[in-house]
């Protein structure tokens, strides 16, 4: 991926979608390939599906001449997300995956959230660390209203430091329920075999378990409930969430299992009652009027391990906590000739502003011709942007420093971002304390995935570590220009005005932070937080390649000023490294009044 990110040149015209991680075409990624195949100003673009399993693509693309399908992580997949000029993504791309410049990246997500999502979760330590490193590589993010445009860009830490464009539009796979003509719906019923003298009712319930990496599926339960509701005079389907969807295949649930090349918006325009749960199908279904019943048995439960944004009684429709309730309320819905007039206000006012049949054509608008009109962009935020990393917050004297220091910047002023590494922070409860300590309002991010590297950076990382070994200024530029891109691997297009490596040790992250591809207007820091020197001939002898790379800094903060000038005398006279007089300095460790109070 390294070599094809640094060598292979961006194709215009191209288009690349993938939906959940390769699991099929579906979602706003489909809608918006659907607009833009029978749209004669896209003739001629080539279209990249990632779907894994070729047997989900729909017949009606299969064969089509503008369209590629790839497995994702194939390497024709890699080849792909470094040609491409567009990508779109309802989810998020592999950690190693960086936008090249000149890219566009929509990321469109899949739904409203009802249940938690992002740090918002009761359960894991930054288990959306991907989605908002992702996020950072966005030109473009879209939301269909302001609930979930809030935990977008404040559950994911990136509020105070996104650059792209985040913008309210609608969603445009509801454009694909409303839009539906009356001869697709009957295509679709007949490819269903259901009967036309019936209603149909759909059962989507959504996945069990306190988190994505701990995802559930109560079979038993799901055939229950569905042997009940395949005693009403209707037409009973079942759509699992698609993270259950290969367990789901091995059930005997005869023709009520939708087939999975089937869309879940096509699907919803041709259901008459919907039985959800915590999904936010619900919300997509809202503007069609319908009825909508909630099989919530187990909401005390789910709501204390995995959390919801509001109660289920914000949204109209009938809850159930039993199945004799759900078929007595699923009954009724059928039989109801009657439209809850609390639908259209709460659609309207709340969750479906923007959902009018024509989110889609916005969305085309917007990423392909730059236009905003009718379209609610959220602003980026001005405050000065400041980057620290302060290492593993093991419980001592530097945590604590950066914690006070922290706890006294003005975060009118500032916006300030942490970045950890989860695994040398979330296994242990002492230095998860420390975390909490930290004032509200500071943005935590957390790395995933590895270094994106070629073999002869590979190669010249190890060279830096043989002792007394400096590397030439030709080894030095690879050096450099592997650290240059495992920062832009990490932080995207984050807004960043000053870097600070508050823990002068780690040269893993000295050497991310020296050598970012950032504006010239970018201040670097790092602090020394000892006599240098001495710490690496008693304590730390690999501090001696840390010291090769503060050329790169604006600022060395010593934590006095006769610190500041031993570590200058050993630094320029015993070490000879030349550096510049003025980038000597001192800061004395602040104190948080509010802990000694």
Known sequence: YAAYYDEL?????????????GAGMSCNPLAIYRYVISSPEFEGWKHVWVVNDKEKIPEQYRFRNDTIFVSRGSTLYLRYLCEVSVLINNNSFPPYFMRKPGQTYLNTWHGTPIKTLAKDLK???????????????????????????????????????????????????????????????????????????????????????SSLAKSSLETDRILETLTALNQLDANVLFRGHHKTEHELSNLNLDDMLVPSD????????????????????????????RPIVYYVYDLEQYNAERGLYFPLDRLPGKQCQ???????????????????????????????PHDDGQATKRVVDLIFNGKTDGIHVIPNQKRHSLLFYAGAMIPNGITNSFINLVSNIDQTKYAVTLVIDPNSVGPYPDRLEQLNRL????????????????LEEKWILASFSVPNQFLSPEKMKIYENAFSREFKRCFGNMSVDTLIVFDGYNRNWLSTFACAPVSPRTFKIVYLHSDMLNEQKTRFPNLEY????????HKLVSVSPSTSKINQKNLNEVLSLGLPETIFTSCRNAFNASDIL
């Open 9 to 21: 040149a961006i194709k215009e015209r191209t288009i690349l979608y993938e939906c959940f991680h």
């Open 123 to 209: 359960t894991g330590f930054q288990e959306h660390k991907n989605v908002s490193r992702n996020f950072y590589h966005c030109t473009h993010i879209i939301s269909p209203n302001s609930h979930t445009t809030n935990v977008l860009l404040h559950g994911h830490d990136i509020a105070e430091t996104f650059t792209g464009i985040f913008a309210e539009t609608g969603y445009p796979r509801v454009d694909i329920t409303l839009c539906t003509e009356e001869t697709q719906a009957d295509a679709l019923r007949q490819k269903l075999k259901i009967r036309t003298d019936r209603k149909t009712v759909l059962y989507a319930p959504t996945y069990r378990g």
């Open 262 to 289: 089937i869309d879940t918006n096509e699907l919803l325009a041709i259901v008459d009652v919907l039985i959800t749960d915590y999904s936010s199908i619900a919300i997509d279904y809202l503007k069609t009027g």
């Open 322 to 352: 039993s199945l004799d309730e759900l078929v007595v309320n699923t009954e009724s819905a059928l039989t109801s000739t009657q439209t809850d007039p609390a639908i259209d206000s709460i659609a309207t006012q709340i969750f479906c």
């Open 439 to 454: 004032p509200t309002g500071i943005q935590i991010l957390a790395t995933v995935g590895n270094a994106v590297q070629t």
């Open 546 to 553: 840390n010291f090769k790379l503060y050329r790169h800094f």
